[in-house]
């Protein structure tokens, strides 16, 4: 089945420490987004990237980081720099360019949690 | 800028009973607006979408929603709710000229009681 997979589910970060979550999309969609999950808050968008070796910016892209090296594969890095990293982190992919208005599909999300 | 409300951070239903979760939209231009539903501990599942025509749009799971530009509202509505709906609903809409980045509302926890 096609999907978005999201891994690990639960992470834990130490003090300083970067960590990666993983996202992975074998639905042949160009565009990929990650989101951050807190309670009360929605959903915002860290970085999003509509095709591959380019993403931008989202609403709240300090302290993160990505890449999209191919297409099915968008990482997103919590550096040491986000000073506030305890969230539920959501990864999306859609259709890109040229397709109107597609809905996003999702992965089960990566808990991460502070030591 | 694009931006939803959705004014009820929960809504208590009872089984069998209509229900309606309510979300509002800011636009400039036309508006591309969106339903999904997170289950605990899950990602988002696409509900539904309003593009344009009907303003009566239907979903999956039997979920529909209204579109009013006059109250500039899109509220999503099901005749006959089940307790297994209960779950977090979140209203989004597109932005534009950001690709398909979406915006979305702050969420609204449906709970079906039997």
């Known amino acids: 089945d096609g999907g978005i997979t999201q891994s690990p589910k639960y992470l834990f970060r130490k003090e300083g420490q970067n960590v990666t979550l993983s996202c992975e999309q074998n639905?042949?969609?160009?565009?990929m987004y990650w989101y951050r999950q807190d309670p009360g808050q929605g959903l915002r968008l860290i970085y999003y990237?509509?095709?591959?070796?380019?993403?931008q910016k989202g609403d709240i892209a300090e302290g993160y980081s990505v890449s999209r090296e191919k297409k099915e594969s968008f990482p997103l890095t919590v550096t040491s720099a986000q000073k506030n990293p305890t969230a539920f982190y959501l990864c999306?992919?859609?259709?890109?360019?040229?397709?109107?208005?597609?809905?996003?599909?999702f992965g089960d999300g990566t808990r991460l949690s502070i030591l | 800028a694009q931006s939803v409300a959705q004014p009820e951070d929960q809504v208590n239903v009872a089984e069998g009973n209509p229900l309606t979760v309510k979300c509002t939209y800011s636009?400039?231009?036309?508006?591309?607006l969106f339903w999904y539903v997170q289950y605990p501990n899950r990602g988002l599942q696409f509900l539904l979408k309003?593009?344009?025509?009907?303003?009566l749009v239907k979903g999956s799971y039997g979920f529909e929603a209204e579109f009013n530009k006059s109250q500039t509202s899109f509220h999503l509505k099901k005749p006959s709710a089940l307790v297994s709906d209960s779950a977090l609903y979140f209203c989004?809409?597109?932005?534009?000229?950001?690709?398909?980045?979406?915006?979305f509302g702050t969420g609204t926890q449906l709970k079906v009681e039997l």
């Open positions: 990237s509509q095709i591959v070796n380019d993403f």
């Open positions: 999306a992919s859609s259709i890109g360019q040229g397709k109107v208005h597609p809905p996003q599909h």
């Open positions: 989004a809409v597109r932005v534009t000229g950001g690709g398909n980045k979406l915006t």
């Open positions: 309003y593009i344009t025509g009907d303003n």
């Open positions: 639905l042949n969609h160009d565009a």
């Open positions: 636009v400039s231009g036309n508006p591309y």
